[in-house]
Structure formats: C-alpha cells, structure tokens
C-alpha cells in the first residue's frame, strides 16, 4: 500500500507536482532522519544529512529507477551520506558536546534517555558496515531483503554482518553495564 | 560451539525471518543443544534493549527548510536582491536574498492559523499529508506580545545553520511586523483577527552562517507608526 502510494508520489513530483514531493517529506522525514541520527549520533549534522538527502532526492527524481522501492533509494542516500560524514569526522578534531539531544523525543522518562544515551554511545563503537545493518533492522524496521536492496548486498552477507554487529553491540552494551 | 547455519536460523527466528521449511529442524536442534538457548535468549535481549530506543522528533524547521530549498532556490553567496520586500498574495509570502552573505536566504510562510498551538512548520503552504506536531520542540528565546492592537508569541527555533521565528500572533486591527537582522529587513502583515475569521500565522526562516550575535529585530507597526519593538537573541551554540 505504502510502496504503491509512494509510486504515485513520485510520478507526480516527476510532473512538477511539489505537493506530492511535501508528501513523502512528510513520510519519510523522521526516518531519515532517525537513521542519520543513529549513524552519526550528532542531531545536527543528522539534519544536515537529512535535509541533503531530500534534496539530493528531488534533484534526482529522474534517475530513479521505479522497480526499486522508494524507501529502500531514500534510506540508501541517506545512509551514504552518514557515511560521507563518518568518512569526513576522521579529518577533523572531534566536536564538543557531539552527543545525541533526546530531548524532543517521546523520552520524558529518564530510564529510557538513559538506555537511548548508552545504545547510541554503544553503536558508536561497531564499525559503520556493521552500524548500518544494526540500524535498518532495528531501528527502521527493514527486512533482510530490504537491508539487501538498501546496501546493495546479498542476503547472505547482510545476515552475516548483522550477526557480527549484534555481537559487537552486546559487547559494547555489556562493557557499558546495560546487558 | 554452535554451527554457523544455526546461528544463523537462531538469528531469523528471533527476526521474525525464519522459513517454514527450517523451523522444524531449528527445533531439533534447539531440542539437542541445550546451549543454543542462551544463544538465542542473549540474542532476544539484546533486541528487547534495542527496542526501548524511541525515535528521536527531527528539528521542527527541518521540513520548512527542505521545501524552502526546493521552491525557492538559494541564490550564491553574494548575489544581489532586494533589502526590503512586502507581503504578497499566496500561500509564499516572503522570499529574499540577502547580500552579504551573513543571511543566504530569509523566507516567510504563511502557515496554518492554529493560534496557541506550537509551531508546526510542516503546515508550510499547508501541503502536508502527514503531519507530526512539533509540540515538545523548545525555541531558544521568545517573547510574548501583549497589546491593545496585538498579542500573542514570537519564538525562535534554531539547528545548525538555520533559525525559525514562529509569529504566533492574533491582531484586533491591522498590524505590520518588521524583521530586521543585521540591517536586513521583512515586512509583513495579515495575522489571525482575534475573535474572528482565520487569517495568516508566519513562520520566517532565516538561514545560512554567521547568524549568531547580531539580534532580531521585531517592530510592531499600525498605520505606519512603531508601536512596539521586542528582541530575539541567538544563544551561542555549542559546536566550534
């Protein structure tokens, strides 16, 4: 249902139409942006990806290619991107106060800042290959077929890396007292 | 040390992925290895965890801002345009480019008038399908406006290199607001009438670096003559 309405989304962005574009802003913002966040951990520089991914999408609507699912192409640039930035952090010194603002979340109960604040510290950790597929399933619900599309991987090796990652990630979260 | 393939179907089951065809031989196997449940239970935990991570809320101007930039494209740095511009008809209200490069653009929407509610800037040009009120976003400064001819509140919104001022105003006549940051100006009127009809509620967004220091300037006007003036400041941010 979603995949078809995205369709028609799209082919009315592609006809200039920009209420279908504000359309699926409004489907895919948090998204997009709530991976950026869990794979930089900075809010800024996640909205700063999010809002070059939305961009970079409307400037190329006319190369995507409708056999794939829009989400998984959306959520490729925007993980690309969060990528770009990784790549980008390792020429810089770190940034004062680079931490995750939780504050406009549904998180009013400290317990579960608490957990958000250590999982992301946590995910920090793991390598960004193994971040992302940590990410897409748990965090945007994708399947493994979807985390394929999205990665351009086999199945195969999207299980293989998500295993590994979870391992890293319990360790992580072991060290840091929360398993 | 448990076979790669089970961990493998372990790891599908606890994702909800495993096969029909596989689910009774991970039961033998679960049946004959008693080990592969701590596996599986470690596994399960670990996702219990995971799930108690809430999605984080995007910054309320993310959405403004993207439609911003595709309705109206930012200009280079430096390009030329006018200093002073008055409302226009449409659901756009306001679109400038500074010189100077302190402001790379300033545009103002007019959104819905919901007076009392909090910003919602993904009313932008109401196009909105889905829409996720940014009730619990906090602006850095604001100031409430209390007249005989106005009232309401003005707040600033801000994230990296972009600030919102939401004016969330109900005029009882009519009222111009002038912006003025760093000697660059937006006019503006047609705010909600109190007591009556819905009219116009703005969001300005101001955008590009630099935009720390200097205040924003709000001047209330009726028939031309000033008749209040408020300030907003942008706290520095934390980020070099």
């Known amino acids: 249902m979603n995949e078809d309405s995205d369709g028609i989304l799209v082919q009315r962005c592609r006809e200039g139409d920009s209420r279908a574009f504000a359309a699926l802003l409004g489907r895919y913002e948090k998204p997009v942006f709530n991976a950026a966040l869990r794979m930089l951990r900075n809010p800024e520089d996640a909205r700063d990806v999010a809002q070059t991914v939305f961009l970079k999408a409307y400037e190329h609507l006319a190369d995507y290619d409708p056999k794939y699912r829009f989400y998984s192409w959306i959520y490729r640039i925007a993980l690309n991107e969060s990528i770009n930035v990784l790549n980008g952090r390792k020429r810089l010194v770190p940034i004062a106060g680079d931490e995750v603002d939780e504050r406009r979340g549904a998180d009013d109960d400290v317990e579960s800042e608490q957990v958000s604040h250590r999982v992301q510290a946590a995910l920090m950790t793991i390598k960004p290959e193994y971040r992302a597929v940590i990410v897409l399933k748990h965090f945007l619900d994708m399947s493994y077929e979807d985390i394929g599309e999205i990665l351009e991987l086999p199945e195969k090796t999207v299980k293989s890396r998500l295993f590994t990652g979870r391992q890293l990630l319990k360790d992580a979260l072991q060290t840091s007292g929360i398993l | ?240």
């Open chain 2, 1 to 240: 040390m448990i076979n790669e393939k089970y961990l493998e179907l372990i790891q599908a089951e606890v994702d909800g992925e495993l096969p029909d065809q596989d689910r009774a031989e991970l039961s033998r196997f679960m049946l004959a290895n008693p080990d592969a449940h701590a596996v599986r239970d470690e596994l399960k935990c670990l996702c219990s965890t995971l799930e108690q991570v809430r999605p984080a809320e995007p910054p309320p101007e993310l959405r403004a801002s993207i439609l911003a930039a595709v309705r109206v494209p930012a200009p280079a740095v430096g390009s030329r345009s006018p200093r002073s511009f008055q409302s226009q008809s449409g659901a756009l209200r306001y679109a400038a480019a500074f010189a100077g490069g302190l402001i790379v653009s300033a545009i103002a929407f007019q959104v819905a008038s919901d007076r009392g509610s909090a910003l919602d800037v993904s009313d932008v040009a109401g196009t909105m399908v889905s829409q996720d009120p940014v009730s619990r976003s906090r602006p850095v400064d604001s100031v409430h406006v209390s007249l005989d001819q106005v009232s309401g509140t003005v707040s600033l919104f801000r994230s990296s290199s972009m600030r919102v001022v939401d004016f969330d105003l109900a005029a009882r006549e009519p009222v111009e607001v002038v912006v003025v940051h760093d000697g660059q100006e937006a006019r503006f009127s047609g705010f909600a009438q109190s007591g009556g009809a819905a009219a116009q509620r703005y969001a300005l967004v101001l955008d590009g670096p630099g935009l720390e220091g200097a205040p924003i300037e709000i001047r209330f006007l009726t028939a031309g003559a000033v008749i209040h003036n408020e300030s907003l400041k942008v706290p520095p941010s934390n980020r070099q």
